[in-house]
């Protein structure tokens, strides 16, 4: 695997949740986005939720670039297999700086995926975790997410719980 001091991080990797990682063993490493994570299988771990065409490494790391420049505000986690230097899952938190409640903070949750071979093994509640402790740290007041109805038992299971509804309309 390839050491985190050798990589270009998306955000600082102390706010990564010491318990998450020691829950998740020697043979995980729980780290934030790097700038090369094409490499290392993102693009297979993202295409368990929708299409996820390969970028070009250029575009991948100008999007990258694009997100490192709000500091702040994406927070990307990926958890690697240590033998093979490959991502088996990942997950975002995005903050949202808001003008009410005192220019409170909201996290938004989104994106978690886990490759099918590793699903059934609590990386998924480890993502959740680590993304609730890093808002949290951030100083969100609450983090909320949207999802399947097939999902919401896995949510529940995190400690979310069902309110209001999500509305769409694609442009
Ligand atoms: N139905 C019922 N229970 C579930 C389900 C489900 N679909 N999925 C997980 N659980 C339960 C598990 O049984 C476990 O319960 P336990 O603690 O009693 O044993 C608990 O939830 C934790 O499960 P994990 O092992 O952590 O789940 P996993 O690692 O497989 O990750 C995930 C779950 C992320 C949904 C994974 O299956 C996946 O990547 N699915 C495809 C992509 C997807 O749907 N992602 C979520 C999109 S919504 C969003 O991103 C905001």
Do not use: W
């Amino acid at each position: 695997m390839t050491p985190d001091n050798q990589l270009d991080l998306l955000f600082d990797p102390s706010l990564i949740p010491a318990s998450v990682q020691e829950q998740l063993g020697p043979d995980l490493h729980l780290r934030p986005l790097a700038s090369d994570d094409h490499k290392r299988g993102h693009f297979d771990v993202l295409a368990v939720l929708t299409a996820a065409p390969q970028l070009s490494p250029k575009a991948y790391k100008g999007n990258f670039d694009e997100l490192k420049a709000c500091p702040g505000t994406y927070f990307i986690i990926v958890i690697i297999d240590v033998s093979s230097d490959k991502i088996v899952g990942s997950g975002s938190v995005i903050v949202e700086r808001k003008f009410l409640r005192g220019t409170g903070l909201v996290g938004h949750i989104e994106d978690i995926a886990v490759s099918k071979a590793a699903q059934g093994k609590k990386l998924g509640l480890r993502i959740i975790n680590a993304l609730e402790k890093i808002g949290e740290s951030r100083g969100c007041y609450k983090i909320i997410l949207d999802c399947s109805e097939k999902n919401i038992p896995f949510y529940e299971k995190c400690g979310f719980k069902h309110k209001e509804y999500e509305m769409v309309r694609y442009m």
